[in-house]
């Protein structure tokens, strides 16, 4: 989690906008099989990735679209009855 937070630290520049991508890779291979097995802590943190990557849409084509529809995608895949927690920081996500 401390990367992801540099990354929201450093994203905010310009010129450093494109080094979130590098940070899917740094949580290593624990952390993928979590997202495969949609645990749902991992896939949170996922979800607040998606919104660095979101924040590109304007400066980078190739993310058009990418972070909102991840997003979207991982709230799909916790019920409507679950967490309230969970709902609430997804909500979150969607409106940035």
């Given amino acids: 989690l401390f990367w992801l937070e540099e990354c929201y630290i450093t ?18 291979d624990d952390y ?3 997202i495969k097995a949609k645990d749902q802590v991992a896939l949170l943190v996922l979800a607040y990735w998606a919104i660095l990557i979101h924040r590109l849409d304007t ?15 991982i709230s799909e ?10 709902r609430e920081i997804l909500r979150w996500a969607q409106d940035q």
């Fill in 77 to 86: 895949l916790f019920p409507a009855d679950g967490s309230t927690a969970a």
């Fill in 32 to 34: 993928i099989k979590a």
């Fill in 59 to 73: 400066a980078c084509w190739y993310t058009k679209g990418f972070g909102s529809s991840l997003v979207h995608e």
């Fill in 11 to 28: 994203c905010d520049n310009d010129d450093y906008r494109t080094w979130c991508f590098g940070w899917i890779a740094m949580p290593g």
